[in-house]
């Protein structure tokens, strides 16, 4: 064999696996966007990356909520497994994220709906919504925005808002007439199943007034009951009473002790 026989031959191979084996990768093509929201005109928030797949096996989630309830006794925190589970096989899978309806009704300054009016709404005009596991007052559509805020439009328009500054975002947005015109009729979908059955969803706190205390060292008055109770308050101000009048007597008995020693 030849000199350039050897040279051509582990040339023709790499040739070979660049054709075969190698994988070139090019950037992705994101789709085309405004500089400014149709909806607002305010500039875009970019934000991500999201997860755009179902992020749940539907099958399996009911499966082993099956398997839970026929094994309750089981598990000792069933309660909050069988609410988490029951609100996830309810979603809509094929939505990857979320509305908020009170920063909905925040952004146009409304009072916000009940989920049932605006679930019925949304439902009447054609298109799915569900809850999320992920926030008790969050709810995924397949409504597109202008959708939504035509909803909210509609909504504004049955109940007045203040007039707010016009280069407000809410402002802009209800300055537009509705394309939709919404139905709040109730729908028979608005509850879902777990809803209609009344079965827990997420649970209430472990008890009254639960959530973060005051910081160590505050002094309780009158004003802290709505987070402590009446009767914790109650309570402490007494006991504030007792030690400001045991500080006091100590106070005068040492006074006068002083008095006492003096010639």
């Keep these: 064999m030849s000199i350039n026989a050897l040279v051509v031959i582990p040339f023709i191979y790499s040739l070979l696996g660049e054709l075969f084996l190698s994988v070139r990768y090019l950037p992705g093509f994101a789709p085309i966007v405004p500089q400014e929201c149709s909806d607002c005109g305010k500039k875009f928030n970019m934000g991500g990356p999201i997860w755009s797949a179902p992020i749940h096996d539907q099958d399996w989630v009911t499966n082993i909520l099956a398997d839970v309830k026929s094994m ?27 509305l908020s309806l009170h920063n909905l009704c925040g952004t146009v300054k409304c009072t916000s ?24 007052l969050g709810l995924k559509s397949d409504a597109p925005m202008d ?91 007494n006991d504030q009473d007792s030690e400001r009048d045991a500080k006091r007597q100590k106070t005068e008995k040492s ?9």
């Design 72 to 98: 309750k006794d089981c598990y000792p925190a069933y309660e909050r497994i069988s609410a988490v589970l029951t609100t996830i096989s309810e979603e809509l899978p094929d939505v990857p994220l979320f």
């Design 113 to 136: 709906p009940s989920a049932v009016i605006f679930r019925s709404a949304v439902i009447n005009a054609g298109y799915r919504i569900s809850g999320t596991h992920v926030n008790p």
């Design 147 to 237: 959708v939504i805020w035509d909803v909210m439009r509609c909504w504004v328009k049955n109940h007045p808002v203040k007039t707010q500054p016009a280069d407000q975002p809410g402002s802009v947005i209800l300055a537009k007439e509705p394309i939709l015109q919404a139905n709040f009729a109730r729908a028979v979908a608005s509850l879902s199943k777990a809803q209609a059955k009344k079965v827990a969803r997420f649970l209430p706190n472990p008890e009254r007034h639960w959530g973060p205390k005051l910081r160590a060292g505050r002094q309780i008055t009158s004003k802290h009951i709505s987070l402590l109770g009446e009767d914790a308050v109650n309570g402490c101000l």
């Design 255 to 263: 006074d006068d002790d002083d008095a006492i020693a003096e010639p």
